[in-house]
């Protein structure tokens, strides 16, 4: 063996580690690279050559036979493995990816048996968005020291209590996080000539010392490493280097390997397989952040892709700058001046606290101070653009088919739903089994971002057993279906995160009903109750009347649908349940003090409320909602035009007797109200159809008196508005409402016309005319 074996341990995706990396490869020269990754996935690795493939991108190591086994270890550009592998591209050096291959990984049992005295670590770090594990990290701040991250399938043992290392160095040197401390003590120092030996050491003294047990598969991983090393160094290597996380270098040093042999060799021996491939996903740094799920993820990767291109004299000038950028662009005050003062500020807060370089609590506290005048609202955008990041990989096309785009394609082949160039129209009857899950396939490619088909209206009762889609399949789709892989490996399992991540992102009502009526349409269970949840949480803190009369219409057809398409809608019958007494209770106020324009806006969602209200089973909510319509009706402060469509829909709902509607009318164009309030309320009360007039002579008769008594200069004002109102009326009820203006004040049909001045009517004639719009 050669006794020249360099240990190399980094911090996933840590800009210094890498920084630090690539100076000792380059300096060292070694004849081959070891690295921490899954041994399927090496060939895979090799693709990192192809300039189309742009990180942040995610290696994806999957069973073809149970898409579920799947996981995504990601890569950023600024990550150690991703350097290491193209340092070995761009000097001739070999590269073995040495880590336990998932062909193993996805045949372990669900417990693995332990040695005597070892306890079980939680082996898997889960992505919720992902449904999948992904890497191993050195271990951060409320994660475990070795978390090797496997997909479903693997071990998933009971956690006993353990301690964080790092977080205890970190306390050990007056830090409370012990990811600040990593950044502030490792990620700086890039560069130092000394820094992999330091972090060899240290690792090595806290597994010493802690002595804490790892799990079955944490050994069953580093036993596979030794492995794949002993018989590296035996094919004549004179130069080898390992590049593996911090946590694991100190089992990995070449005096130890012979001592571990048989050990590793029996607790290999016999493991079961299954087959794998290996493919590459777009990544997004959102979903490399920490703050997404992902165990092995940093806090700040947009600020460590800056931290590792800038050097480091210019990088703390180089972000404030491109804050200031950024909040000039949202018209946000950023100077120069305020560019120059955060730079000073950062490095003076830097000072105070020891530190060789200010990080990005640093920065932000500095921003937030100048740019933001000490509210870290107003700098969303910064953390979001500048701190997270909004990068989102690229892949080559001819990269083999991801699990999603399998599914799909399985999923197209039993729903006999064949992907044609050419535009059809599909017609599904809801009712038969293959119809719908044809329905429940489109409605999920839709909240995926997969557009092959569009939802076209369907009018009358068998809109609620039908559906029409006009479906043409475009070549970019393919693009479309290996994008939304990031979300999980199966239709349901990405539909069900994608919709999880909108309903996190929601801000109002409107927008977490309307999501959750998708949801329901394409049946995403594993969904709905995040969906529900979120909209409980924003149900309770929304007081606009607005946003309330909006989400109600798409949660009653939530319930509609949950009958049609058999899915169990029980925890949204809750949400309405609450939600239509605070609706009633909050209505008549919110009616009051409102000028016509913003009445019209809550015109439709009033009218949408009062038909969803109607079809909820439950009598109580039905009264309790006529109720707050008659206030809003009978209250003298509420909109001419709310007031007066109040009334209609209660008189069309039976529930306001002919007499009292006259009642109401006769109040609304009583002499002591504004015409502009009158004619509002008219309009309200008229809209959309001319039936009440023409079958109700007392209430035409009322409004004929109202527009005989008014003075000629507000009649001539008054007559736009009511052509308005008379709109909507189709041309046979135009006619009827004029022959009862002909036939006079309290006749019937057939009033006797011998006391009528007919050169006095005649000259009315053509105002009425003028104000039906009648030819």
């Known amino acids: 063996m050669p006794t020249d074996l360099r240990l190399y341990g980094i911090r996933h995706h840590g800009p210094g580690s890498t920084a630090s990396l690539l100076q000792a490869l380059d300096a060292y020269q070694p004849d081959i690279v070891l690295l921490e990754c899954p041994a399927d996935g090496e060939k895979a690795l090799a693709e990192v050559a192809n300039a189309a493939l742009q990180p942040p991108v995610a290696l994806l190591v999957y069973n073809p036979k149970q898409h579920q086994q799947a996981t995504f270890l990601p890569f950023a550009y600024f990550s150690p493995e991703w350097q290491a592998v193209r340092w070995c591209q761009q000097h001739g050096a ?39 594990a992904e890497t191993e990290a050195l271990p951060v701040p409320n994660t475990q020291p070795a978390d090797a991250a496997t997909a ?26 012990g990811e600040r401390w990593w950044e502030a003590r490792i990620e700086h120092s890039a560069g130092h000539a000394d820094a992999f030996a330091v972090v060899l050491q240290m690792m090595t003294a806290l597994r010493e010392e802690l002595a804490q047990p790892e799990s079955a598969e944490t050994l069953l991983r580093e036993a596979y490493m030794r492995e794949t090393l002993r018989a590296t160094l035996k094919q004549g290597y004179q130069r080898a280097a390992v590049v593996c996380g911090a946590w694991h270098a100190p089992v990995l040093r070449i005096e130890g390997l012979a001592g571990y042999a048989k050990d590793d060799k029996a607790r290999l021996k016999g493991l079961k397989k299954v087959t794998t491939e290996a ?125 999603l785009q399998q599914d799909l394609a399985q999923q197209q082949k039993a729903l006999r739903l064949k992907p044609e160039a050419t535009q059809k129209t599909l017609t599904l009857d809801l009712r038969k089994d293959t119809d719908l ?42 693009l479309a279906v290996l994008e939304a892989g990031r979300w999980g490996n199966t239709i349901l399992a990405a539909a069900s995160a994608a919709a999880g991540h909108r309903a996190q992102e929601a801000q109002d009502l409107g927008q977490i009903s309307q999501l959750l009526e998708e949801a329901l349409r394409a049946d995403l269970a594993p969904a709905l109750p995040a969906l529900v949840a979120r909209l409980e949480t924003i149900s309770a803190g929304t007081r606009d009347v607005a946003h309330l009369l909006a989400a109600l219409p798409p949660l009653v057809q939530v319930l509609r649908y949950g009958n049609v398409r058999r899915t169990e809608a029980g925890q949204v019958a809750q949400v309405v349940h609450h939600l239509v007494p605070r609706l009633c209770i909050s209505l008549p106020l919110a009616t009051t003090g409102l000028d016509v ?35 809003v009706a009978r209250q003298p402060t509420s909109s001419g035009l709310l007031a007066g469509v109040a009334a209609r829909l209660l008189f069309d709902a039976q529930q306001l007797p002919a007499d009292d509607t006259a009642r109401l009318l006769g109040l609304a164009l009583a002499p002591a109200q504004p015409t502009a309030y009158a004619t509002a309320w008219i309009e309200g009360f008229l809209r959309g159809s001319g039936l009440l007039l023409i079958h109700n002579r007392t209430l035409f008769d009322l409004l004929d008196a109202w527009l005989a008594g008014l003075a000629e200069e507000a009649f001539q004002e008054t007559v736009p508005l009511l052509r308005r109102a008379f709109a909507d009326f189709s041309q046979p009820e135009r006619q009827q409402v004029l022959a009862l203006a002909v036939s006079g004040p309290g006749a019937g049909p057939a009033t006797q016309l011998v006391d009528l001045d007919l050169e006095r009517a005649h000259r009315v004639l053509p105002v009425l005319r003028e104000l039906l719009g009648v030819a």
Not at 152 to 165: K, S, Y
Not at 597 to 618: F, K, M, W, Y
């Open 94 to 132: 070999h590269l073995r990816a040495f880590d336990l291959p998932m062909t193993l990984r996805f045949a372990l049992p669900d417990s693995v048996e332990h040695v005597p005295g070892d306890t079980a670590a939680p082996a898997e770090e889960t992505d919720e968005a992902a449904q999948a």
């Open 152 to 177: 479903e399938g693997g071990p998933r043992a009971e956690a006993p209590l353990r301690l964080d290392p790092i977080g205890h160095l970190a306390q050990l040197d007056g830090y409370a996080d």
């Open 279 to 403: 493919t590459w996903v777009p990544w997004t740094y959102e979903r490399l952040a920490r703050q997404s799920g992902y165990g092995a993820g940093v806090l700040s990767p947009a600020w460590y892709e800056l931290l590792f291109e800038q050097p480091h004299a210019t990088v703390v000038t180089h972000w404030m700058v491109r804050a200031a950028h950024l909040l000039r662009a949202a018209q946000i005050d950023a100077s120069s001046a305020h560019a120059i003062e955060g730079v000073r500020l950062a490095e003076a807060l830097a000072a105070v606290r020891g530190l060789a370089l200010p990080g990005i609590e640093e920065l932000q506290e500095a921003a937030v101070s100048i740019f933001g005048g000490g509210y870290a609202e107003a700098l969303d955008l910064v953390h979001q653009q500048l701190v997270i990041g909004e990068k989102l990989g690229e892949v080559p096309e001819e990269l083999p088919a991801s699990p």
């Open 437 to 478: 899950g044809r329905s429940h396939l489109l409605h999920r490619l839709q909240l995926l971002g997969v557009r092959w088909g569009r939802p076209q209206r369907v009018s009358g009762k068998s809109g609620t057993f039908h559906e029409v889609w006009e479906l043409q399949w475009r070549p970019e789709l393919v």
């Open 597 to 631: 324009d913003a009445a019209r806006a809550l015109l439709d969602s009033l009218e949408a409320a009062h038909q969803a209200v109607r079809l909820l089973p439950d009598d109580s909510q039905h009264a309790d909602w006529y109720a707050a319509l008659q206030a």
